[in-house]
């Protein structure tokens, strides 16, 4: 029974990835359409239209297999030569800069978002 919970959550989560991509074809942006779904889902939470409770066990499962979506790609890095390059050393600072700005920014969102939570229940 969990498990089908967890599909449909995610089936629901694809739901705003479609929409996402409708959007891209109206709005001219350069952007994913996976960003606009992002952004759509994150309004619909904020104004109360979709619950929490309604994406939070499938997004977890995203999340605890996240890792997997990114070991291939970590491993064809290693084909490329150019990497242990001084380009590629820049290359590679820039990620780890980058990779650890965006930990940073969704920390602080989600220490903000558990302390509003926590006072709202108190």
Not at 68 to 94: C, H, K, R, T
């Amino acid at each position: 029974m969990k498990i089908g919970i967890i599909v449909l959550q995610i089936l629901f989560i694809h739901v705003f990835l479609f929409l996402g991509a409708a959007v891209k074809h109206i709005l001219p942006l350069p952007m994913p359409g996976s960003m606009y779904g992002l952004a759509l889902l994150f309004i619909a939470m904020m104004t109360g239209i979709v619950k929490l409770e309604w994406v939070e066990k499938g997004g977890n499962w995203l999340l605890a297999e996240l890792l997997l979506f990114f070991v291939p790609s970590a491993v064809g890095i290693m084909n490329y030569d150019e990497i242990f390059s001084w380009q590629g050393a820049e290359s590679i600072i820039l990620i780890c800069l980058s990779t650890f700005i965006v930990m940073g920014v969704t920390a602080f969102i989600s220490e903000r978002m558990h302390n509003k939570r926590r006072s709202e229940t108190q």
